[in-house]
């Protein structure tokens, strides 16, 4: 079974890019799509995407989350999104 992706959301700067290998992780998704802007292509099985956009897309419904939450259930050790 394939999990969804999910989509975090952040200002630039803030570590997406460092931390998403233990972000990825965590959510248990195996590849990183960085730099994500709406309207690009994206996968939407098995990828964390990346992006500073404040605009979530239906692609993403109910699987956005910010850094910091992202990274406050990487501290946590990992849980489903």
């Not at 292509?41 to 692609?59: E, M, S």
């Amino acid at each position: 079974m394939s999990t969804k992706s999910v989509l975090v959301i952040g200002p630039q700067g803030c570590g997406k890019t460092t931390q998403a290998p233990a972000i990825a992780k965590a959510l248990g998704l195996s590849n990183i799509h960085d730099n994500w802007e709406p309207g690009a292509a994206v996968a939407l099985l098995d990828t964390l995407v990346l992006t500073n956009a404040r605009v979530a897309n239906w692609h993403f419904k109910g699987r956005t989350i910010t850094f910091d939450q992202a990274m406050q259930i990487v501290q946590r050790g990992g849980d489903a999104a």
